[in-house]
């Protein structure tokens, strides 16, 4: 990234951060009135996550994961927590106005403050113990055992007779501060298990650099599969170091579809850069066109694609089906509405015109270590004559 594009992002970040602390000290330290010395002991608390997390952001560039990973555990757990208690006094804030418009209306004008200090205290306390429980099931979800999803999807042009072809997917690991070789390892170990034919990795599989992070990829190169094993760039990889991490993969036995196809067993699988690379420069980009081009249309054509939004241009140019990453599956309920507003296609099977699309909820996560209504999957997929 541009040091112009990271300063702005730092800009942003440092603006919300502070401002929802800010936002958080008001509702559950100043307004319920906690007495001395829990009010200080809060404020400087929230003080602290916040400029822990501005700070972890920086260092992660450039500091040793050994360094960097516990000041983001701290601060990515207290991020999903963080998210929980500013939504739920967002709508209890909600709650509260409606209740003294309706007042209002009933020609209840007085302000009771003692009323209003006992509702304040209330709202904390509710909010603080649903918030906490959520980020307690959410991170027992995201550091449990990922499932295996089954998925059958019948192809048109698959022959009748076809035996199943089985395709594993992995996708969003985000190899990275919280998410390292132990997990890595035994994911390979549990797709290996499958059998499949081909294996293929969706993208943003890494959160560092190759120095960061190349020793703790290696299981990949365990990975067994008939037809081999396939990777398509996500956005992740162009915060980190995108054209070294392809040189990496490489050395274990990682092929990376760069809008290139290539005929694995009864199929054509393609595969295209992130659909944000173009912004990156240095040659990256997504080019459907060119992943297709030359194909014999007879034979069916799945499409590797990081993000959703490439169905498309992908239906338009003929591909049967396409399979993608990136949302998820929204990570943290109800964040898949705001998934929604992007694309319509937040996790699972989905029809789209003429083609077929599969979106995985992710097999790692992403910032908190936590999953709410959004499990971690390893796909296992099954093409079948229609």
Avoid: C
């Avoid at 559950?28 to 952001?57: C, E, K, N």
């Amino acid at each position: 990234m541009s040091v112009a594009r990271i300063l702005v992002a730092l800009g942003v970040l440092t603006s919300v951060l502070f401002g929802i602390h800010y936002y958080l000290w008001a509702r559950l330290v100043r307004d319920p009135a906690l007495p001395p010395p829990w009010s200080t002991a809060a404020a400087w608390g929230l003080g602290v996550l916040a400029v822990s997390g501005l700070g972890g952001f920086v260092v992660t560039r450039f500091a040793p994961r050994a360094l960097v990973s516990p000041l983001m555990w701290v601060f990515f757990t207290w991020l999903g927590v963080m998210f929980y208690l500013f939504l739920l006094l967002v709508l209890a804030d909600g709650a509260v106005a409606l209740g003294r418009v309706a007042g209002l209306a009933a020609g209840d004008g007085d302000v009771d403050l003692h009323r209003r200090l006992t509702l304040s205290r209330l709202v904390a306390g509710v909010v603080s113990v649903v918030a906490v429980g959520l980020g307690g099931v959410g991170m027992a979800s995201a550091l449990g055992r990922v499932g295996i999803a089954r998925v059958k999807i019948p192809l048109a042009k698959l022959p009748g007779g076809t035996a199943p072809y089985r395709i594993v997917q992995v996708s969003d690991i985000h190899l990275g501060p919280t998410i390292g070789e132990a997990f890595l390892r035994d994911i390979v170990d549990r797709i290996n298990a499958l059998a499949p034919d081909v294996v293929v990795i969706t993208g943003d599989l890494v959160d560092g650099t190759v120095a960061q992070l190349g020793a703790l990829a290696r299981p990949l190169a365990s990975l067994r599969a008939k037809d081999g094993v396939f990777f398509v760039t996500g956005n992740h990889e162009y915060y980190s170091g995108v054209d070294e991490w392809l040189a990496f993969l490489a050395t274990l036995g990682v092929r990376v579809l760069r809008n290139e196809r290539v005929a694995v067993g009864p199929i054509d699988l393609a595969g295209v850069d992130d659909w944000s690379a173009r912004s990156f420069g240095g040659g990256h980009g997504a080019d459907v066109p060119r992943a297709l081009a030359g194909r014999d249309p007879a034979r069916p054509i799945v499409l590797l694609a990081h993000q959703p939004q490439a169905i498309d241009e992908a239906e338009a140019h003929g591909v049967d089906l396409q399979i993608s990453g990136h949302t998820h599956g929204g990570q943290l309920y109800p964040w898949k509405f705001a998934v929604k507003l992007v694309t319509p296609y937040v996790a699972g099977l989905y029809q789209h015109k003429t083609a077929a699309i599969y979106v995985s909820r992710g097999t790692g996560y992403w910032g908190p270590p936590m999953r709410v209504g959004a499990p971690a999957e390893i796909t296992h997929l099954e093409l079948v004559p229609a």
